[in-house]
């Protein structure tokens, strides 16, 4: 059996070159799988605030391309008032892309709700992809590079 022997660094030991190589696998690798989650919860909170009553389908695409957005959809209600919101588009999920069937008031704080949304999930897309959420988990997690910021897989 033959042996080698692989040395290996921590992130902040990398050469400049090594770690955008790491941080850029780690970029095009990441799903944020977590982003759902939160976000649905962030929408909850928006519309108890906003006193809406019923239950919310979140859609969103926020990949900085034509059509993307947040919107959700669903029987509400809103001061006495019951409301249905239903996507007419299949292509986009941005808050244009919804039948309100409602008043001036509630579509504008549908469109707040929208905004809110999407600019908190753009913030942490960006906050999830910079260098320094990366190297906070890399130490967290005891992750290690070899020399060229390829992870190692122990």
Do not use: P, W
């Not at 040395?7 to 990441?30: F, G, M, P, R, W």
């Not at 799988?33 to 108890?48: G, I, M, V």
């Not at 906070?136 to 122990?154: D, K, S, V």
Request: glycine content about 4%; some cysteine; hydrophobic content about 30%.
């Amino acid at each position: 059996m033959e042996q080698k022997t692989i040395q290996v660094y921590k992130y902040e030991e990398l050469s400049d070159d090594a770690k955008e190589t790491a941080l850029n696998s780690h970029i095009e690798s990441n799903d944020f799988d977590f982003l759902e989650e939160s976000l649905t919860e962030y929408l909850k909170e928006l519309l108890t605030e906003a006193k809406i009553d019923g239950e919310a389908e979140l859609s969103y695409s926020l990949s900085c391309c034509k059509g993307d957005g947040v919107s959700f959809t669903g029987n509400f209600e809103y001061k006495g008032v019951n409301i249905s919101v239903t996507r007419n588009n299949s292509h986009y999920v941005h808050s244009n892309s919804v039948d309100i069937e409602a008043e001036a008031e509630f579509k504008e704080i549908f469109k707040e709700i929208c905004d809110k949304i999407e600019k908190v999930g753009y913030s942490e897309i960006e906050y999830q992809n910079s260098e320094e959420s990366f190297k906070e988990n890399c130490e967290a997690n005891e992750y290690t590079f070899r020399e060229n910021g390829e992870m190692e897989n122990i």
